[in-house]
């Protein structure tokens, strides 16, 4: 080694602030609340060889983590067998197909290469969540779709701007196939404006540092990421650990889906098998490779945030055994749930497969759904058309520390959802209720956090309701003897009827008219340890602030709560537990 | 009405550790200061003991300008009063249910306690949409039921916190009639009262803080101004708002909320003046003390004022105040290696206790203090004055045994690693602030304060390209000195949310001049002598289909569509350098401040001009050895206060203080000035 771990850590934190000024003026200057506001974006530095991740924005939604090193790499290859025109300085690359390391068509990317000295040193790559792509349903979240030409327009790579001056000629055909397109100009611009940001930054980094100097601590650093991860994953006990989480539907074939992961830990490092899980599915809910690998990613980065987010990181991680399965679907599989959904199931499964070796590092399953709801319709008081989306969070899954968080972010975003107040301005709907889901954080010494529970009224003209999200039949795992949170429950009042859909968490196109309803209750995140050993006090606070019932409390907790105001009676709890424990079998953990 | 300004004016500042204050008597020039340990309970006790420790007279003091941070605090560590909400029927969980995040992107853990208790959250039959027509009536049984269950459970304050009572505040005007008839004190809160804008989570969130620090502020300020009384004072006490400007103590705590953030917003202001009379208009602030740096921007001598601060995690209060933010770094921040074997400071911090390791207080790990001690940038003889303290052979042992070895350094090599990479991370963050407020740094000067920023400030100039650093004269009471010169001011937020095509240009001039009348009859109540009133006019702006805001300064409030536009579109390519002519856009707010500008005061004293000497060679103390760049130096140190007014000081050198230590670094030069500032030039930008 002949660069002192000064130079590193200051070039290190160089090229992450790169980075994080990309991130920041994509955000910016972005149209699209999707990008502005719920920052669904991600900027990075990519290898010229393979793409490999150099540097990631620590702003970008966490679900890119890996992706774009994927998407690069494809972009690389291409320009290599010439299926993609040759780079010049100042192009941008488009590119949103996700079986070239995507994601969802939504996802689009762009690729700037980066010269010094008139060699190619680095791409420069960012992805941005556009609201439209084109495709059957406004925003591209098609329930039912069974090709990806339904899902939306379909970009392989190429050069947006040609020697930085945007192509005409492109950009009308993206127009003439999406919704909304006179907007998306704002977001083009931003979004080469902010790799124009990163190529300056970088400009200053290496006039300052030399290139010879940061390509050798590029190279470094990445040796040094994967040492340690190397030395986080030998906090983990030898051995293999296996978990499933399920997928309610695919959407289309009601049928759950399985993910089935055995974490092997051998030596340093870590292989996640997912040989077993279920094969491609008909439906939306299929995973891409690059979305795949990014799940693994995202949630160990979840479980040791102190490791930077680099390729090397990623190289103590092996991930077999997908080919052939749902998490490796190929053209033309419909993969719009990929990033959204498909992608928290994956993490679920790390966590659950995790949390018994790392009990004070892993938590109980968090909700795990970003809870897309979409409604279209046509309000006759203002003579438009709308689509209104409605994301929701969840509860997170109690954990070594803590009770679980209530109404947290999906597990791959960390997008707010909107206020009700701004909804109502801009659409024809009246809120009748945003409340925390009573009694749905799954039981635990640490319980889970607790759901959304919100319904939402038409109040003019007629719409129809569409849903994607999950955890409808299945509630998020509990960990260490925790029971599972409450399941996602969807509603939808037609003419003062209860209609609750097939797919239970799934569906397209329902009708509403004026007064019809949809109610949405989400997820309890998971409990942490034995439900029974929490402390009766932790109880009858809960109870005493309403958010489980006196009953819940005997039933799921072993403690007895009475009186007014209420209070713990003792004895009875004691005689609720001891039975409990008796009747255990030393196998049945929930 | 006196005019008190021109007589003798005290700012007292309570902080996290120090009290600190500036007595200024503008008839004799004279000044005194002192800074006592806070007295957190009760910070009256802490002001009563500054105030004897700088032996004022109370009796011929004609002002005292408060900046507390009891509200902070009370926010902070959730030390409340007791508060009930009454909420639209199906809302109550608004407040804890908050916009669905988690506190980092990285981490499924965390956890989040509200404001009010879901027990003390109550819900009553009533709904507005979002143009204001009544969809439900106000049931005003429910109402009084509900205030009369709150105060059965021992509330004393009450938030009334409706949806869309921004459009229309009818019932929450009507709720708080029928809670004056039951409720036994003042302490009721209307949501919209503060802040009229859509976005229930914010403004909720806003009105509780308020009602749940306004007893506590109330009482508080009662407190103090009865032991104020008794010491024999007889004037006014004006209360410093998280907004810069300060407001009379018999009405701080109606709006209790704006006083949070109050302690950084007085430091921010004391800059802005400083910079003004120093001809530094656009200043970034950099007051790094123990724990913590905060940042914050200046321009044309105005600091960045936001309306959108969230003071914690999910804990927005969206008053007007100012833009400060917190970078992270502190003196006690610590040093460690990882394992990657890369040199990370931060962010975990050894605090006031144990502190850094020369603290003496039983601190074993490696702090930035400890490596500015090691490099002979902290003054090495003053450890021994520390009871118990520990030497810096001490401090190098433990500098060398947890970095040293690791990175393959000695101690000094590593305390150089720790200072390298400190100053770099800080500047990221200052850097990552400028940005993101749509300021290039190298258009500012670094106006340095805080126990250790001016000691940081020359290496991060040079890292940040910005020429220039102001170290002000009292860098340690630098928030006292912002009660001191603070003006009066009130902010106004109106929400229109109109399309530019179909703003009557008639409706925003009258919002401008409602604005303009109630902050000038607000500034005529108060007993202090204002020598004129300024007007900051802007409106928020975007384009259709965006969220976010862009604040559009405009010089006069009558200004006609065509122009906005035009301003709107150039400030947009300003920002973002893009260019969006074919969008349509909206006007969202409508802003005014109306300042009361008190007559200019005279800072000249603050550095004794009989103290100083006539020559540097005077002003010497001594030389010592000083680390710089991978070698020793010798330095000359400098007892600042002796310095001559005009000196001139070639770099490397130090200018020594009671709690400051000033690097000048090779290179740079040093300037003094007639205010007692030293401004240096940074030599060869980074």
């Known amino acids: 080694m002949s660069l002192d771990p000064i130079t590193l850590t200051v070039i290190q934190a160089g090229l992450q602030q790169v980075c994080d000024e990309m991130d920041l003026s994509f955000s910016r200057a972005a149209f699209s609340p999707v990008i502005a506001e719920a920052n669904d974006r991600s900027d990075g530095i990519y290898s010229a060889e393979d793409g490999s991740l150099i540097a990631q924005g620590a702003g970008g939604l966490p679900v890119f983590v890996g992706t774009m090193q994927y998407s690069t790499r494809s972009l690389i290859e291409m320009i290599r067998d010439g299926r993609a025109a ?23 990317r762009f690729a700037r290469p980066f010269y010094r000295k008139g060699e190619l040193y680095c791409w420069l790559s960012n992805t941005g969540h556009w609201p439209d792509t084109g495709g059957a349903v406004p925003g591209g979240f098609s329930a039912s779709a069974t090709a990806v030409e339904q899902e939306g327009l379909r970009l392989p790579p190429v050069r947006l701007f040609k020697q930085g001056r945007l192509d005409p000629e492109i950009m009308a055909i993206i127009s003439s196939n999406i919704r909304v397109a006179e907007q998306r100009i704002g977001d083009v611009k931003a979004q080469a404006a902010a790799l124009l940001v990163g190529e300056a930054r970088l400009n200053a980094l290496l006039d300052r540092y030399g290139d010879d100097t940061v390509s050798e601590a590029i190279a470094e650093l990445r040796q040094r990421a994967a040492v340690q991860m190397r030395a986080f994953i030998a906090e983990i006990p030898d051995g293999s650990y296996s978990s499933t989480a399920w997928v309610d539907s695919d959407g289309v074939v009601n049928e759950p889906l399985a993910i089935r992961l055995t974490v092997t830990k051998n030596g340093d490092g870590l292989t996640f098998d997912f040989a077993g899980s279920s094969p491609p599915c008909a439906g939306p809910m299929n995973s891409v490779r690059a979305t795949t690998l990014s799940s693994v990613y ?55 497969a995790l949390v018994e070796p790392l009990p004070d590092r892993v938590t109980a399953a968090p909700a795990g759904t970003s809870g897309n709801f979409a409604l279209g319709g046509h309000d006759p008081a203002q003579g438009r058309d709308y689509v209104m989306y409605q994301i929701s969070g969840g509860g997170y899954g109690g954990n070594a520390d803590h009770d679980g968080l209530s109404n947290g972010c999906s597990t791959i975003g960390i997008s707010k959802a909107p206020p009700i107040e701004i909804m109502e301005q801009q659409f024809p709907v009246l809120y009748r209720r945003y409340a925390l889901h009573e009694g749905s954080g799954g039981a635990g010494r640490h319980r889970g956090g607790f759901g959304l529970d919100y319904e939402v009224e038409l109040r003019r003209g007629a719409a129809r309701a569409s849903f994607v999200m999950d955890h409808g039949r299945f509630g998020p795992q509990g960990a260490l ?110 | 009405m006196t005019d008190q300004t021109s007589g003798a004016v005290a700012g007292v500042d309570v902080g996290g550790t120090f009290t600190d204050l500036l007595e200024l008597d503008q008839r004799s020039g004279r000044v005194r200061l002192a800074k006592v340990p806070s007295t957190l309970e009760n910070q009256a006790f802490g002001v009563m003991d500054a105030l004897r420790a700088a032996d004022c007279d109370l009796a011929a003091l004609d ?91 021992g509330c004393e304050a009450v938030v009334v916190h409706f949806l869309h009572a921004y459009a229309n505040p009818a019932h929450e005007v009507r709720a708080a009639e029928i809670l004056r008839e039951i409720w036994p004190n003042d302490h009721i809160t209307m949501g919209h009262a503060l802040l009229s804008e859509s976005r229930e989570f914010e403004r909720g969130v806003t009105a509780a803080a308020n009602a749940a620090v306004q ?92 309306n959108e601060i969230e003071i914690e995690y999910a804990m927005p209060i969206h008053v007007p105040m100012v833009d400060v933010r917190t970078v992270g770094a502190g003196g006690g921040s610590i040093a460690r290696v990882d394992a990657s074997g890369l040199l990370e400071v931060g962010p975990e911090s050894a605090g006031a206790d144990p502190g850094p390791i020369c603290y003496g207080r039983g601190g074993m790990r490696p702090t930035i203090s400890d490596a500015n001690l090691i490099l002979g940038r902290l003054d090495p003889s003053r450890l021994n004055a520390v009871e118990g303290g520990v030497t810096v052979e001490a401090v190098k042992e433990i500098f060398a045994r947890e970095l040293g070895a690791p990175l393959g350094l000695d101690a000094v090599g590593a305390a150089e690693a720790v200072i390298r990479v400190a100053n770099m991370k800080m500047a990221g963050a200052i850097r990552m602030v400028s940005i993101s407020l749509g300021a290039d740094p190298r258009d500012f000067a670094l106006f340095a304060f805080g126990g250790a920023g001016p000691l940081h400030a020359c290496a991060l100039a040079r890292e940040l390209g910005i020429p220039h650093v102001l170290v002000p004269a009292r860098p ?22 109109t399309p530019l095509d179909q703003l009557d240009p008639d409706r925003l001039h009258a919002v401008f001049s409602a604005q303009t ?65 074919d969008i349509r856009a909206n006007v969202v707010n409508v802003n005014c401040s109306v300042i009361g500008a008190r007559a200019e005061l005279d800072l000249s004293a603050l550095i ?63 300037h003094g000035d007639g205010d007692g500032n030293i401004l240096i030039e940074i030599g060869g930008a980074a």
């Open chain 1, 86 to 108: 040759e780079p010049q300085p100042d192009d941008i690359y488009i590119v949103n197909d996700p079986y070239l390391g995507g994601t969802h068509l939504m996802d689009v």
């Open chain 2, 215 to 306: 007893p506590l502020l109330d009482r508080y300020i009662r407190r103090l101004v009865r032991e104020l009384e008794r010491g024999g004072y007889r004037g006014d006490v004006l209360v410093m708002n998280g907004n810069g400007g300060m407001v009379s103590s018999s009405r701080v705590a109606l709006e209790a909320a704006k006083t949070v953030m109050s302690g950084p917003a007085s430091g921010v202001m004391a800059a802005a003046y400083t910079g003004r009379r120093a001809r530094q208009e656009n200043l970034i602030t950099y007051d790094m003390g123990g724990t913590s740096t905060d940042v914050a921007l200046i321009r044309g001598a105005e600091p960045t004022v936001s």
């Open chain 1, 481 to 590: 003897g925790g029971r599972d949170g409450a399941p996602n429950r969807v509603t939808v009042w037609q003419s003062g009827k209860p209609y609750t859909p097939a797919h239970l968490s799934k569906e397209q196109d329902i009708p509403l008219k004026a007064g019809d309803r949809v109610r949405v209750q989400t997820p309890g995140g998971g409990g942490y340890g034995d439900p029974f050993t929490r402390p009766p006090e932790a109880v009858l606070e809960d109870v005493r602030l309403e958010r489980y019932t006196p009953d819940q409390a005997r039933d799921l907790f072993g403690v007895a709560i009475t009186g007014e105001p209420p209070h713990v009676d003792e004895a009875e709890t004691a005689a609720l537990r001891a039975r409990a424990q008796a009747a255990v079998s030393p196998a049945s953990g929930r």
């Open chain 2, 476 to 497: 340690g009471i630098t928030n006292a000195i912002g009660c001191v010169v603070a003006d009066l001011r009130h902010d106004f937020v109106t929400t229109i949310n």
């Open chain 1, 298 to 352: 995202l949630a160990m980065r979840h479980i040791f945030p102190e490791v930077p987010i680099s390729a090397g990181a990623f190289e103590p991680l092996h991930v077999t055994g997908i080919e052939g399965t749902f998490l490796d679907a190929q053209y033309p599989r419909p993969v719009s749930g990929c990033a959204a959904e498909v992608s928290q199931r994956i993490a679920e499964a790390v966590f659950a």
């Open chain 2, 63 to 153: 002002l005292i300008v408060h900046g507390t941070t009891t509200t902070t605090n009370a926010v902070l560590e959730r030390k409340l009063a007791k508060t009930g909400l009454i909420t639209t029927q199906g809302f109550r969980d608004v407040l804890e249910l908050g916009r669905r995040t988690r506190p980092r992107p990285y981490g499924m853990k965390g956890s989040f306690t509200p404001l009010i208790p879901r027990d003390l959250r109550l819900e009553v039959p009533e709904r507005m949409d979002s143009d204001g027509q009544v969809v439900v009536p106000l049931d005003e049984a429910a109402l009084r039921a509900a205030g009369e269950r709150l105060l059965a459970q």
């Open chain 2, 517 to 581: 009348a109630e902050g000038e009859a607000l500034i005529a109540r108060e007993r202090v002598e204002i020598r004129d009133i300024r007007h900051i006019y802007s409106v928020d702006m975007q384009f259709v289909g965006q969220t976010h805001l862009l604040r559009v300064p405009l010089e006069r409030p009558d200004v006609d569509l065509a122009t906005l536009r035009r301003l709107f579109e150039a400030a947009y390519f300003n920002r973002f350098r893009v260019e969006l002519s």
């Open chain 2, 608 to 670: 004794d001009p009989t103290g100083r000497k006539a020559t540097l060679e005077e002003a010497w103390i001594e030389t010592r050895p000083v680390h710089f760049d991978g070698g020793w130096r010798d330095v000359p140190v400098y007892w600042r206060d002796h310095l001559p007014e005009r000196f001139v000081l070639d770099g490397p050198a130090i200018a020594q203080q009671m709690d400051t230590t000033v690097l000048i670094a090779p290179g740079d030069v040093a």
